[in-house]
C-alpha cells in the first residue's frame, strides 16, 4: 500500500469515513509513531455545519481530560485540510473486529458512544453471520427444541417483533448517569442468550463510563423492518438518531446509527439476542 | 424528540453537502433534498407504525425487496459518461410525483452537471427490510453505501438510511416516495 504524504504524515490506509469526514491511520514522522488521523476536507471547512463539531471535538477533547474520551494528540491545518490526531484505538485488540473499531475511532470523543460500542457492538458483530444461518436453518427445518407452545406466526409485517426491537434500540441508546443502572437493566430484561450475558458482564464498565462521563444520551428510533421472519424469530433493521450530550459537549448533532437486531419469542416474550452495528 | 424535524433536515443538508462539495450537483442529494424538505413530515417512528391489516404476508414480499433494492441502486448510481442513460432506467421504477420530480432534477441539474465535473456514484443496499406490506403498498427500509467519484479525485464514501414507499401499479411494484432518515 503506498504511503501518501500530508504534511508531517505519511497517510498508510483508511479506517472509514463519516458524513465527509474521513480517517486515516498514518505515520507521524515528527514523533516516529503510528496514529490515527481524522481529515475534514478544505470544502467542508468552510461549511460551519462541518467545522464548528470539528472545532469542539478538538478544544472539548484537549480540555476534557477525561480517561475514557478519545485523547487528541493534536490539531491544526494542514494545505487546507484540518486535521484532528489521537493514538490508534487503545482498545485494538488481535480479536476484535475490525468495522466495529472503525466505527468506534469515527464517533472519537463521543464518550457514551465509544463506550457502547466496545461494550457491547465490538464483541457482538463477529456473531452475527452464525446467528443469520441460524436463523436461515430454522426457517427451513424447524428447531425441535423450540418450546411448542409458541403462538401462531405474527401479522404480516412482523408488527411485534419490529416493536420489540425498535424497543430495545430505544432502551440501548436512552441513558443518563442518573438512571444508568435501570437502563442496564431494562436491556437485560428484553434479552438472551449470548447478547443477554455479554452485555450482563460488560454491563458495570459501560455504567461507569456513562457516570463517569456524564454523558446523558438520548435514542430516537426513526424506522424499523424486518430483514428475515421464520416463525419465532426474526432479524430486524433499525434506523436510529442518537444524540448525546455532557458538560464538554452540550450541543451534540445525533448520530445516525443502523443496527440489525435479532429477535425471538420466548415463553411469551420477544427477547433480543443479537445487536450488529452497520458502520 | 417529536421536533426533530430542523436538525433532521440539517443533518441531510450536510450529507447534501458532502455530495455535492466539489461540485454543485449530486442526485440523489438533490433528490433527497427536496423530498425530505417538502413532503412528509417526521411521521412513522417504530412505536407508532400505521395500523396494518392482520392478513398473511403477501406473495409479493420478495418481489417488493428485490424491486426496491434494484431501484435504490439504479436512483443513486451513474456514470459520468452514461447518465443519461442510467437516470433514464433509474424512472422506470418510478412514479406518480416522485418521478416527475426526479425527471425534472435529472435533466435540468444532475445529468448536465455530471457531465461536466465528471461525476460518477455507485450505490449498493447493505441490508433491507418491509416495515409494511399490503396487495397493494409496501414501505421498506434500507440501509445503502455509496461512493462518489469527482474528477481524478479519490473516493468519498457516504452511508445513510432511506423509508422508501412502493406501491402496486397493475402487476408492477414502483417507487412513489423516497425519503433519507
Not at chain 1, 508531517?8 to 490515527?36: K, N, P
Not at chain 1, 474520551?69 to 485540510?81: L, N, R, S, V
Amino acid at each position: 500500500m503506498d504511503a501518501r504524504p500530508f504534511g508531517r504524515y505519511q497517510l498508510l490506509d483508511s479506517l472509514g469515513h463519516d458524513d465527509g469526514i474521513q480517517l486515516f491511520r498514518a505515520y507521524d514522522t515528527a514523533t516516529a509513531r503510528t496514529v490515527a488521523l481524522k481529515l475534514l476536507p478544505p470544502h467542508l471547512v468552510q461549511d460551519r455545519r462541518f467545522a464548528e463539531p470539528f472545532e469542539r471535538e478538538a478544544h472539548s477533547a484537549l480540555a476534557l481530560n477525561d480517561p475514557s474520551a478519545m485523547p487528541i494528540h493534536c490539531f491544526g491545518e494542514i494545505d487546507g485540510w484540518w486535521y484532528l490526531e489521537s493514538p490508534l484505538d487503545p482498545w485494538l485488540a488481535p480479536t476484535a473486529d475490525r468495522r466495529a473499531l472503525r466505527y468506534v475511532a469515527l464517533v472519537g470523543s463521543v464518550v457514551l458512544l465509544v463506550a457502547l460500542l466496545v461494550l457491547v457492538g465490538v464483541q457482538l458483530r463477529s456473531a452475527s453471520d452464525q446467528e443469520r444461518n441460524q436463523l436461515a436453518v430454522q426457517t427451513a427445518s424447524p428447531n425441535p427444541t423450540q418450546p411448542s407452545e409458541v403462538p401462531a406466526p405474527d401479522t404480516a409485517d412482523g408488527d411485534e417483533f419490529q416493536q420489540a426491537a425498535g424497543r430495545l434500540a430505544l432502551d440501548l441508546t436512552t441513558t443518563s448517569p442518573e438512571t444508568i443502572d435501570a437502563d442496564v437493566q431494562r436491556v437485560l430484561d428484553a434479552s438472551t442468550g449470548i447478547f443477554h450475558d455479554d452485555f450482563e458482564k460488560r454491563s458495570k464498565g459501560f455504567a461507569d463510563v456513562v457516570r463517569q462521563s456524564g454523558s446523558t444520551s438520548t435514542g430516537d428510533v426513526e424506522a424499523t423492518a424486518v430483514e428475515l421472519m421464520s416463525g419465532n424469530s426474526a432479524t430486524v433493521l433499525a434506523a436510529i438518531a442518537v444524540t448525546t450530550r455532557n458538560a464538554a459537549s452540550p450541543n451534540q448533532e445525533p448520530r445516525k446509527w443502523r443496527m440489525r437486531i435479532t429477535v425471538q419469542r420466548q415463553s411469551g416474550k420477544i427477547l433480543a439476542s443479537n445487536i450488529e452495528f452497520f458502520p | 424528540m417529536r421536533n426533530r424535524a430542523p436538525s433532521h433536515r440539517l443533518w441531510w443538508t450536510a450529507v447534501a453537502a458532502v455530495l455535492i462539495a466539489c461540485v454543485a450537483v449530486g442526485l440523489t442529494a438533490i433528490v433527497l433534498s427536496l423530498k425530505s424538505g417538502g413532503s412528509t413530515s417526521s411521521q412513522g417512528e417504530s412505536t407508532a407504525q400505521p395500523a396494518q391489516p392482520t392478513k398473511p404476508a403477501p406473495p409479493d414480499r420478495d418481489v417488493i425487496t428485490s424491486t426496491g433494492s434494484d431501484a435504490a441502486a439504479a436512483i443513486l448510481s451513474y456514470r459520468a459518461q452514461t447518465v443519461d442513460a442510467d437516470l433514464a432506467r433509474a424512472e422506470r421504477y418510478l412514479t406518480g410525483e416522485f418521478l416527475e420530480t426526479f425527471t425534472r432534477l435529472a435533466d435540468s441539474t444532475v445529468i448536465p452537471g455530471a457531465q461536466q465535473k465528471s461525476i460518477s456514484v455507485e450505490a449498493t443496499v447493505s441490508a433491507i427490510g418491509v416495515s409494511s406490506a399490503t396487495d397493494s403498498s409496501a414501505q421498506l427500509l434500507l440501509f445503502i453505501n455509496q461512493t462518489t467519484t469527482v474528477g481524478t479525485q479519490p473516493p468519498s464514501e457516504v452511508t445513510n438510511s432511506v423509508r422508501m414507499h412502493l406501491v402496486k401499479v397493475g402487476s408492477q411494484w414502483l417507487v412513489d416516495q423516497f425519503e433519507p432518515l
